[in-house]
């Protein structure tokens, strides 16, 4: 079955890239932009999980709160809980600490995190690619569902560097 590998990231893309970067920043679809790297990145097994692969596995304090279709604040013990699509209710959890998915294509922020089974070095793959397009990071962490510490990772001389291989513990 394989194991998830989570990932949270906060950075400014670089301004060359920042025009029509949505479809990768927000779609996970690195194949639709107009660079050869990203096409090249794109066709990687689960590459478009980065940045939307659902969390699995991950530390519930990556996400709180459930919200219905309607945006409202679903107590996990009320009677709204639970209650199936049909009834019009779609219930998920609020990415906690800023990590929500979004971009700026003014200033180049970008947020946003994941899981995904890393069959094929997919993040590995990412982090190589992060320096070509990245210009600052202010947050990256990598946690595989298994360990007890997430790594934090940095841009380093344009190379992203573990810097602290126990950054959290979570239980």
Not at 13 to 42: H, M, P, Q, T
């Amino acid at each position: 079955m394989g194991m998830y590998t989570g990932i949270r990231f906060k950075g400014i893309v670089s301004e060359r890239f920042r025009k029509g970067f949505d479809v990768i920043a927000l779609n996970g679809e690195w194949e639709n932009f107009d660079d050869e790297y990203f096409k090249d990145f794109g066709r990687m097994g689960r590459s478009g999980f980065i940045p939307c692969g659902v969390l699995c596995y991950m530390p519930n304090s990556w996400e709180k709160d459930y919200i219905n279709l309607h945006g409202e604040k679903v107590p996990e013990f009320s009677s709204d809980f639970g209650k199936p699509l049909s009834e019009v209710y779609y219930l998920k959890q609020i990415p906690t600490d800023g990590f929500a998915t979004k971009y700026n294509e003014d200033t180049g922020y970008w947020s946003f995190q994941c899981s995904l089974k890393n069959y094929n070095g997919e993040i590995e793959r990412f982090f190589d690619l992060l320096p070509y397009f990245i210009e600052s990071v202010e947050h990256l962490e990598y946690f595989y569902e298994e360990d007890k510490f997430s790594q934090k990772y940095e841009l380093i001389d344009n190379k992203i560097i573990m810097t602290n291989s126990k950054f959290i513990k979570y239980d």
